[in-house]
């Protein structure tokens, strides 16, 4: 693959983040259902790493990360190494322990969503701001919300793989 | 060696620490400035968020024109009284400041005054997440505004403060957020205490009036407004209204429930106060 194809193939995978950013951001929190804001941006990690694998999904995972740092407000810098991380091992999982399919996928994303909330309720925990049982009321539902929308962020990037991803450019 | 980094990602690894930390540092170390990536990337990306709150605001307008015809008009039936209710107290008001006046000055005492400096923006964008509840406006350090500026409506309703400063974009701690601390009273009984925002209440669009003097005798409805303590926030602006008053789980102080008068999920326009000068 040359170094042009691999532009070529990266510029069509940060297309397909804008509309999840235009989403995620600008859209959906004007529409929280029951008060729940749904996370897209993990499941757009969590598709191209399962598509990808490792190393591809952390490249895409830290330009995720940085996006989320920079373009929304409060970002402690955190989420860059965080989703660089979790793109390298659910690639690696999606590529020795289970299938590079949506049931992989969205093991992987509800499992990524999970550990982000998790660190949430951690901190919560340390600096004693909530109770644990009102951070979880937030945090099960934000879950399960953004699950819903796995299926819409998968078709995206799926579409965009099979048009340019792995090594067909090459 | 630089292929077996290379090939685990163990090298985005550390390019991403290193990020991360750059990023954590800059942030802590610029307070209530953005960071310059945040700023720079933000900065971009306002133009879109600021279309894409104009075509929602469009759309919701339609939306409300064409299925709420009928609760509209019933509406500004209910202003139209209002207003001339509104009018017959201004009437009285008027009447009552101009002895006011001559009283001071037969007494000599210095007039009482409230002076701020408004900046008026538009809300572009709305919390990202369910952990925190904020507002982002389309204004920001190029129009002088500064972290910790108050926000309020275009009747003098608090909405919140102003946490973190971008070139032309500003966030807003609204006033039910987690780190939101102010001094507030009511108006009713000069009862002062802390206001501050609560993870439990702030799902519901609540926040708390907490460290109530013992005797306070608080009833639903009361208003709560801003003590101006420690001159950082103007007095006087309101917060909202007591929906209920509860004893802390420690036993040893009491605290108020309170509903903000500012309706934090419609809001379209909001004005920054840069600066303010109160004598009362």
């Known amino acids: 693959m040359t170094r042009r194809d691999l532009i070529h193939k990266w510029f069509f995978y940060a297309l397909g983040l804008l509309p999840v950013w235009l989403l995620d951001a600008c859209i959906l929190p004007r529409f929280p259902l029951f008060g729940t804001i ?133 | 060696m630089k292929n077996f980094l290379r090939k685990n990602g163990i090298l985005l690894l550390v390019i991403a620490l290193l990020l991360s930390i750059l990023i954590g540092v800059s942030s802590s170390l610029l307070g209530g400035n953005a960071d310059p990536l945040s700023n720079v990337v933000s900065t971009i990306t306002a133009p879109v968020r600021s279309g894409v709150a104009a075509v929602a605001g469009w759309a919701e307008g339609v939306y409300q024109y064409v299925f709420q015809y009928g609760q509209i008009q019933e509406e500004l039936s209910d202003l139209r009284a209002q207003v001339a209710e509104l009018e017959d107290q201004v009437r009285q008001g008027q009447e009552a400041s101009r002895e006011n006046e001559q009283l001071r000055q037969l007494l000599d005492l210095q007039e009482r005054r409230r002076d701020f400096v408004f900046e008026s923006a538009r809300v572009t964008a709305r919390s990202t997440t369910n ?54 009273i009511v108006s009713r009984t000069y009862s002062a205490g802390i206001l501050e925002g609560n993870f439990e209440l702030m799902s519901q669009g609540r926040l708390r009036l907490s460290y109530l003097p013992e005797g306070a005798q608080l009833v639903a409805g009361d208003e709560v407004l801003t003590s101006g303590r420690g001159d950082v926030y103007p007095s006087g602006l309101v917060v909202g209204q007591v929906e209920g008053v509860f004893t802390d789980p420690s036993g040893q102080s009491r605290y108020a429930v309170i509903v903000p008068e500012a309706q934090l999920d419609s809001l379209i326009e909001v004005f920054v106060i840069k600066d303010f000068d109160i004598v009362e």
């Open chain 1, 38 to 170: 749904p996370m897209l941006l993990p499941l757009a990690a969590a598709a191209v790493a399962v598509l990808e694998g490792a190393y591809a999904g952390a490249g895409f995972g830290l330009a995720v990360g940085l996006w989320w740092e920079t373009a929304y407000p409060g970002g402690f810098g955190g989420l860059v190494f965080g989703l660089t991380l979790a793109g390298l091992i659910m690639g690696h999982l999606s590529q020795y322990v289970l299938r590079q399919s949506f049931p992989g996928y969205l093991l992987c994303s509800a499992g990524l969503l999970a550990a982000l909330d998790a660190l949430r309720i951690v901190r919560g925990l340390i600096t004693h701001s909530a109770g644990l049982g009102a951070m979880l009321q937030v945090a099960v539902p934000e879950v399960l919300w953004s699950l819903v929308w796995s299926p819409l962020v998968w078709l995206l990037f799926q579409r965009i793989y099979r048009r340019v991803g792995g090594t067909r450019l090459a």
């Open chain 2, 131 to 184: 952990w925190e509840s904020t507002l982002t406006l389309d204004k920001g350090s190029a129009a002088d505004v500064e972290a910790g500026d108050c926000v309020v409506t275009e009747t003098g309703v608090l909405v919140g403060v102003v946490s973190d400063v971008g070139l032309n974009w500003s966030t807003v701690s609204t006033v039910i957020n987690t780190d939101i601390e102010m001094g507030g």
